[in-house]
């Protein structure tokens, strides 16, 4: 039976191949111009509304300056950061913590929004987001972790489809044959010591999460799922590694062992700065 080649040196990378393979600034532009644009609408009424002298028009206008202003802060602190962090390479935990959560629940959707607007597509602006959430991971400053601090998440349309060797609740059922790119990376997390697990969906994938609390977690998937993931785990840093579908969606997807496996030994050799949280 013929099986893939090895991808060469040149076609893979750690977190840093994994972080160039979007262009980061779309997901930066089009949040920090829904920023801007409901700023200036909540200005726009402010402004028509206190031309009125009653006090409750009057309290109106000042909860939408308060509001304006509000999330002008949060847009800034959250898109400077992550500038700061991607132009510097520092790692910083600390920010990251703090930032994540106001960019993932806020300024993730409305980029999404604004980039409907212009024509620009979901998986495109999440695709985005991903490579700088790789990219702030990837940082400088870190310390190795230990294999068993790692868990992999794979998703189950990774398996070729008519193998009936079944390894969504054992991966350690798979034959290697080549079908596919599951026998690749479960050959190298077996060698390294690193938990692996095929994802049936959300559900699961958090139920692991919460029994395993990893201290960082790669994962394979399409852009709709690694950025719910992202927002289900909280502070747990996510390395995202984006599948392709030639054949369509959650249908015999793949991806290039490489870029997974490379990253798993870059963060046993430099780590991550995490803090294992409640999930």
Do not use: Y
């Not at 800034?76 to 106001?102: D, K, N, Q």
């Not at 793949?254 to 995490?274: F, Q």
């Amino acid at each position: 039976m013929t099986t893939k080649p090895e991808p060469a040196e040149s076609e893979v990378g750690g977190l840093s191949a994994l972080s160039e393979g979007r262009r980061k600034r779309i997901f930066v532009q089009l949040a920090a111009a829904a920023a801007v644009l409901i700023a200036a609408i909540l200005s726009i009424l402010a402004f028509f509304m206190v031309r009125q002298a009653d006090l409750l028009r009057g309290a109106l206008v000042f909860l939408l300056q308060a509001g304006t202003a509000t999330l002008l802060g949060i847009a800034a602190l959250s898109l400077g950061a992550i500038v700061i962090l991607i132009v510097t390479g520092v790692h910083s935990g600390h920010w990251e913590r703090v930032v994540r959560p106001m960019v993932v629940r806020l300024m993730l959707p409305l980029a999404v929004g604004v980039g409907r607007l212009i024509g620009i597509s979901r998986d495109e602006v999440q695709g985005s987001f991903l490579s700088v959430n790789n990219a702030l991971i990837g940082g400088r400053g870190r310390t190795g972790l230990e294999a068993s601090e790692i868990l992999v998440l794979l998703p189950r349309c990774l398996q070729w489809a008519d193998c009936p060797h079944k390894v969504s609740q054992e991966v350690h059922r798979c034959q290697r044959c080549g079908r596919c790119s599951l026998g690749a990376i479960v050959e190298e997390t077996e060698s390294l010591g690193v938990a692996t697990f095929v994802s049936t969906g959300g559900t699961q994938a958090r139920r692991l999460v919460k029994e395993l609390r990893p201290k960082v977690i790669v994962a394979v998937a399409c852009e709709r799922e690694l950025t719910e993931g992202i927002r289900d785990v909280g502070n747990i840093p996510v390395v995202a590694v984006i599948n392709s579908r030639p054949e369509g969606p959650c249908f015999n997807t793949d991806v290039d062992p490489g870029c997974v496996t490379l990253a798993i030994r870059e963060l046993i050799e430099e780590g991550v700065d995490s803090e294992r949280v409640p999930v």
